[in-house]
């Protein structure tokens, strides 16, 4: 059993929208395998079992601090959204339909998201989805 990185959660990471690495096990299960080999898997499945018990047995007292952080990073989001906001309708003369088409084009939110992710340090997670702003 062995816990894959490097190239498979390269992969991953474009399904997987999570700052966490999640933990994913490969191997043989073969009954013809070697017993040296089997004693080293069998040691890394237990440690791994242990810690899987112990995270669950520290669950409730982390569900508080989870709970702050998704409060938190909806406070950037919404921060974030409200600048960017206030920044195209500062680019408008007349709040009209017309006016917001000429404003809200691609490339001129992605030079907005470009200036907003050097001058603030906002990861490109804060930001939203520069397709979805242009079709809205």
Known sequence: LIRVRGALMWSLSRILESPEVPKVFIGSFCVAADKDIKGEIHEI?????????????????????????????????????????????RQMWWKSRGELKR??????????????KYRLRIADS???????????
């Open 126 to 136: 804060d930001l939203p989805d520069i397709q979805w702003a242009v079709f809205w």
């Open 45 to 89: 499945f237990t440690e791994e079992y242990v810690d899987f018990f112990d995270e669950l047995k520290l669950l409730p007292s982390a569900t508080n601090v989870r709970k702050l952080n998704d409060v938190i990073k909806r406070a950037r989001k919404l921060k974030t959204h409200a600048m960017i906001m206030e920044s195209l309708l």
């Open 103 to 116: 404003v809200v084009n691609a490339p001129n939110l992605t030079r907005m998201w470009e200036e907003y």
